[in-house]
């Protein structure tokens, strides 16, 4: 969770599956962040579509956690540091 925070603090960032997939697929992603009580289904889903860009991938805490660090309102499976 340290390296998260820091990461929010020293980089850009995009919350959420549409707005990391987007960003994946402009090759602007350099690290991923999944939430560890993300549903199973789901985070096959991310690792899966993550594989085929060269990104980091790191599970730690929870999407009430992940939400309250980007200050939106609802929970957050994922987050994406960008390049």
Not at 8 to 35: C, P, S
Request: proline share 0%; with cysteine.
């Amino acid at each position: 969770m340290k390296n998260l925070i820091a990461d929010l603090k020293a980089n850009k960032h995009v919350a959420g599956v549409r707005q990391v997939n987007r960003n994946l697929l402009e090759n602007k992603i350099k690290k991923v962040y999944l939430a560890t009580d993300c549903e199973k289904d789901f985070e096959k889903k991310v690792l899966e579509h993550v594989k085929n860009f060269d990104v980091k991938v790191e599970v730690c805490g929870t999407r009430q956690e992940f939400a309250k660090l980007c200050n939106i309102e609802v929970l957050c499976a994922v987050i994406g540091i960008v390049k």
